[in-house]
């Protein structure tokens, strides 16, 4: 049956769908085609039609296909004007365009030994499940391997390789934990995401085997200036280089630039190696660009990436109809996070569909606690406590008041931004076709949990839901959620400062993507 549109044939609507696609990619950074499946829906043909078409494009020159990697666009593709299906035949193919399997699938393992899902002192798997797990043939990857070990990734052993450790000369240094604060009520570490972040950074160290020191800096707008001090005190310190410090890692560093440039020139003149944690994705590269030599830039997957992941195990499980569900859609996270979502469902086909249930309201805790003043009559919690303090027991003072600061900002805040959220729950459940709801983060989720349960809906009987950040209240909820790897991001880092897979960097501009990956709990029912 034809349709308005689809007069052509099927062969040379999805030639002329590919086209499109590789015009697009041609200036674009990433060469990488979607899944034929994928590009089967965008063009409305059936999956063996764009088998057929894709066959014509690579015996033309204009795509690669690398098994275990995906369909590429070769870089001189150009459409030829009046080209169809018939003489894509004809054009010529550049054999040399893409680099021999062995040698891709030896910067993946490479990527993978860097983010830590081998890391130093482990055995690599057997071949077999290696062969399994990069769909290569044993020669490719036996190859691979060789070209590793020729270069001291990995080392033989009696039984296949392993990740070698740390040099023991660089087992009596240590690194330097830069924790930047953007306002004093952090300064002891009250959010868990910061003290996740120093527990991953002394988790990689004692593996390497190396020493670790961590300083809070807090930036003072009285006398303009960025002080430091020692963890979970007020006492300032003055801050400078020592010969057993084999470099430094900066964690996000404050909601300012300005504040990030300030930590980064600092150590830059240390002359040695910084590794940054990028939370903030291009903003922080650009303000690092001009110091490349010591800097090693590592990126989470706060937007479009993990959102691709996230829509598409949605559509694996069946999920037709979802909901996106965020109260900070002010934020350009939020924004990019839902716009690639849209767009795998908008490539699923016509009967895929994404509401999106948003508000543009929240920044962060400190905002929301601002506005759940407000909202109990204008009375100060913080007097309240203040004023409980002064008849309460030492005892109870001292070991309460570490917690407050918490408490405040993070539990109140937290009940402000649900409490507005719950109109979004709602009109979500109301419409009946919603199978899933992707929420913007844990906070969101657990708020989505407790909503549901008390509306007698099962998740995922009822409703499904999938988040992102892997929370330690996602893993006590068993939410299905996106991990960003720290842990990954943070062994990459230690790797960098102490020298190992220097090369690998330093060919990428000394920057790294992180990969992260879905925490399934079967908080998402599947449907088919």
């Known amino acids: 049956m034809q349709t308005a549109g689809r007069s052509e044939p099927p062969l040379s609507r999805a030639v002329q769908s590919l086209d499109k696609r590789i015009a697009a990619l041609s200036k674009s950074a990433d060469k990488r085609l979607p899944s034929q499946i994928e590009l089967a829906h965008e063009a409305g043909v059936s999956p063996t039609t764009m088998a057929k078409a894709l066959s014509h494009l690579k015996a033309a020159g204009k795509?690669?296909?690398?098994?275990?990697?995906?369909?590429?666009?070769?870089?001189?593709?150009?459409?030829?004007?009046?080209?169809?299906?018939?003489?894509?035949?004809?054009?010529?193919?550049?054999?040399?365009?893409?680099?021999?399997?062995?040698?891709?699938?030896?910067?993946?393992?490479?990527?993978?030994?860097?983010?830590?899902?081998?890391?130093?002192?482990?055995?690599?798997?057997?071949?077999?499940e290696m062969q399994y797990r990069y769909g290569v043939s044993a020669a490719t990857l036996k190859k691979a391997l060789h070209s590793l070990e020729s270069r001291g990734i990995i080392v033989p052993q009696k039984k296949g390789y392993m990740v070698p450790q740390i040099s023991s000369e660089l087992a009596y240094k240590r690194i330097v934990l830069l924790i930047a604060l953007d306002h004093p009520s952090r300064q002891f570490f009250k959010e868990s995401q910061t003290t996740r972040y120093i527990r991953a950074v002394e988790v990689a160290c004692n593996k390497a085997n190396i020493g670790i020191t961590v300083i809070s800096s807090l930036?003072?707008?009285?006398?303009?200036?960025?002080?430091?001090?020692?963890?979970?005190?007020?006492?300032?310190?003055?801050?400078?280089?020592?010969?057993?410090?084999?470099?430094?890692?900066?964690?996000?560093?404050?909601?300012?630039?300005?504040?990030?440039?300030?930590?980064?020139?600092?150590?830059?003149?240390?002359?040695?190696?910084?590794?940054?944690?990028?939370?903030?994705?291009?903003?922080?590269?650009?303000?690092?660009?001009?110091?490349?030599?010591?800097?090693?830039?590592?990126?989470?997957?706060?937007?479009?990436?993990?959102?691709h992941d996230v829509a598409r195990f949605a559509?694996?499980?069946?999920?037709?109809?979802?909901?996106?569900?965020?109260?900070?859609?002010?934020?350009?996270?939020?924004k990019e996070r839902y716009k690639e979502c849209q767009r795998l469902f908008d490539i699923a086909g016509k009967d895929h569909r994404l509401t999106l249930f948003s508000l543009p309201l929240f920044e962060n805790t400190r905002t929301?606690?601002?506005?759940?003043?407000?909202?109990?009559?204008?009375?100060?919690?913080?007097?309240?406590?203040?004023?409980?303090?002064?008849?309460?027991?030492?005892?109870?003072?001292?070991?309460?008041?570490?917690?407050?600061?918490?408490?405040?900002?993070?539990?109140?805040?937290?009940?402000?931004?649900?409490?507005?959220?719950?109109?979004?729950?709602?009109?979500?459940?109301?419409?009946?076709?919603?199978?899933?709801?992707?929420?913007?983060?844990?906070?969101?989720a657990m708020g989505a949990l407790d909503f549901l349960a008390?509306?007698?809906?099962?998740?995922?009987?009822?409703?499904?839901?999938?988040?992102?950040?892997?929370?330690?209240d996602a893993v006590e909820k068993r939410l299905t959620s996106f991990n960003f790897n720290v842990q990954g991001a943070v062994n990459a880092m230690i790797n960098f400062i102490t020298g190992r897979n220097i090369d690998y960097l330093s060919r990428r501009g000394n920057r790294f993507t992180i990969e992260g990956f879905i925490i399934d709990r079967n908080s998402v029912k599947t449907l088919r």
């Open 63 to 128: 795509i690669s296909c690398i098994r275990g990697w995906g369909i590429y666009v070769r870089p001189d593709a150009k459409a030829p004007a009046g080209a169809s299906h018939h003489s894509l035949q004809q054009q010529p193919v550049e054999p040399k365009a893409f680099p021999a399997l062995w040698k891709k699938i030896a910067d993946k393992i490479e990527h993978d030994i860097i983010s830590n899902k081998y890391p130093g002192k482990d055995r690599l798997p057997i071949l077999k």
């Open 454 to 472: 008390a509306r007698v809906q099962g998740v995922p009987d009822d409703i499904s839901i999938i988040s992102f950040d892997d929370s330690v």
């Open 368 to 444: 929301s606690f601002e506005q759940a003043e407000k909202f109990f009559s204008g009375k100060s919690i913080e007097n309240a406590w203040r004023k409980w303090q002064q008849s309460a027991p030492v005892a109870y003072r001292n070991h309460l008041d570490s917690m407050f600061s918490w408490i405040l900002h993070k539990s109140y805040g937290t009940a402000e931004v649900l409490r507005q959220t719950a109109p979004l729950f709602e009109k979500a459940l109301s419409d009946h076709r919603i199978t899933c709801w992707i929420t913007a983060n844990d906070i969101i």
């Open 219 to 307: 930036y003072e707008e009285e006398h303009d200036a960025v002080e430091y001090y020692q963890p979970g005190t007020k006492k300032k310190i003055r801050f400078e280089d020592a010969d057993d410090v084999l470099g430094y890692v900066i964690s996000r560093a404050g909601r300012t630039t300005g504040l990030f440039e300030r930590h980064l020139r600092h150590v830059i003149h240390f002359k040695k190696p910084v590794g940054i944690l990028d939370f903030e994705g291009t903003s922080l590269i650009a303000v690092a660009e001009q110091y490349r030599k010591y800097i090693g830039m590592f990126t989470l997957p706060v937007d479009k990436a993990c959102a």
């Open 315 to 334: 559509i694996k499980k069946g999920h037709t109809h979802c909901a996106f569900i965020s109260p900070y859609h002010k934020y350009s996270w939020s």
